[in-house]
């Protein structure tokens, strides 16, 4: 295979992961308390070992998989300049992950979280029956003076 490059591009790929993996390393360094892992990197023939800082990934995915998407409509707009803000949520979410998912997610304090789940409903589009989806929604209250940006 060494005819058509494919083993000199396989070659060029890791020594870019050794350089993206370095640059990774140099830029952030570990918190207090944060778990270091170690990276294999091979370069030519030699092997060599690369600190990588663990990230907190996993408490993104799980707020990510809570918050579903803020809820943007003209009521949410006003209740926003009273500081409540109204986000779309999974089925299974309770008051304190909301709350728990927002603080992780927008960096603000909900002071309250309160929930509503709207029924699905039954309408006619064009003579044809059909139906509208419900979904659970939560209004979050945050602390005064902070504010979350939708952009």
């Known amino acids: 295979m060494a005819i058509f490059g494919f083993k ?3 070659d060029e790929k890791l020594e870019q992961g050794a350089e993206a993996a370095k ?3 140099d830029k952030k360094s570990p918190a ?3 778990k270091k892992q170690k990276a294999a990197v091979q370069s030519g023939s030699k092997t ?8 907190k990934v996993v408490e993104e995915t799980v707020a ?6 803020p809820r943007v409509t003209e009521k949410s707009g006003l209740l926003s300049q009273s500081n409540v803000y109204t986000f779309e949520v999974n089925k299974d979410a309770n008051k304190a992950s909301v709350a728990k998912a927002i603080k ?3 960096k603000v304090t909900p002071v309250k979280v309160a929930m509503i789940n709207t029924p699905m409903k039954n309408v006619f589009v064009k003579g ?3 139906t509208v989806a419900g979904m659970r929604k939560a209004l979050v209250t945050v602390k ?3 504010k979350i940006d939708f952009v």
């Open 8 to 10: 000199k591009r396989k």
């Open 23 to 25: 640059a990774v390393a």
């Open 32 to 34: 207090k308390g944060a």
């Open 48 to 55: 060599k070992a690369v600190a990588v800082p663990k990230l």
């Open 64 to 69: 990510a998989s809570v918050v579903i998407r």
């Open 104 to 106: 992780a997610i927008y």
């Open 128 to 130: 044809k029956k059909g």
């Open 144 to 146: 005064a003076g902070e």
